[in-house]
């Protein structure tokens, strides 16, 4: 569900704060072309990843859920040139035009797109990462917090997307693995004393959802 005021505010933000943004735009056309989901996170939430890692001075950032890279252009902007995003992606094809989409904004330096399950590719990784952004399948939005928890460095920052969902996380007699699973995660972040977290919520061009973040002590 999507209010049109909600568009209209996104709409009326993004033509004061985010100028136009050829390598962003050119992303989006090719992510449609090819055939992938328009789920990518909104200008105004990419923007905000972009200075949530630029108020924290972060150099090694950690993406679960790639698509086409949208939301991993923004983070390795605010990361380039000597940081380093890691981004993790099952589909081949996803990962595909993700790579052309970085190396078409100038960052294919900076990104190091991992192809597979994410949970097998973040067994192998080591960190420490100043921030991490969980946003792939959300059954198992646990597993991936405990991963970038483990990876994260103290005062490092995790943001995790879509744990409201339009308000269906409220469903505990779902059967919905996503909303399932979200509610696992946001189970297992109250029981995590190693992080301080909130939820914030959020109405935009995307409808209702939200995102939790937590920084790591
Ligand atoms: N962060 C992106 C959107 C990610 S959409 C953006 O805002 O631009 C979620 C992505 O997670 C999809 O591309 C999907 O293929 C991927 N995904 C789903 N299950 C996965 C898994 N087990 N491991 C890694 N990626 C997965
Ligand atoms: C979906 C996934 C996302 O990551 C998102 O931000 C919005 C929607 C989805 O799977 O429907
Ligand atoms: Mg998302």
């Not at 996104?10 to 033509?15: A, H, V």
């Not at 950690?62 to 040139?81: H, M, N, Q």
């Not at 409220?170 to 909130?198: I, P, Q």
Request: charged share 25%.
């Amino acid at each position: 569900m999507t209010e049109p005021a909600w568009s209209a505010v996104d709409d009326f933000y993004g033509s004061l704060l985010l100028p136009e943004d050829p390598a962003l735009e050119a992303a989006l056309t090719a992510n449609a072309a090819a055939g992938l989901p328009a789920i990518d996170v909104s200008p105004a939430q990419g923007k905000m990843l972009y200075l949530l890692a630029r108020a924290i001075g972060a150099r090694r950032v950690l993406e679960v859920g790639t698509l086409g890279g949208y939301s991993t252009i923004w983070l390795a902007r605010a990361v380039a040139p000597e940081g380093r995003v890691v981004t993790c992606e099952l589909d081949r094809h996803h990962a595909a035009v993700a790579t052309e989409n970085i190396a078409r904004a100038g960052l294919a330096d900076t990104v190091d797109v991992r192809v597979g399950p994410a949970l097998d590719t973040l067994d192998g990784l080591q960190g420490p990462f100043d921030l991490a952004f969980v946003d792939a399948d959300k059954a198992r939005g646990a597993e991936y917090f405990a991963h970038a928890l483990r990876l994260s460095r103290p005062g490092g920052v995790i943001v995790v997307d879509n744990v409201v969902r339009g308000g269906r996380v409220m469903d505990a007699d779902t059967d919905d693995a996503a909303v399932t699973g979200t509610r696992r995660f946001a189970e297992a972040l109250a029981a995590e004393d190693r992080v301080d977290a909130t939820v914030i919520q959020t109405v935009g061009s995307k409808g209702h959802d939200g995102f939790a973040l937590a920084v790591v002590r």
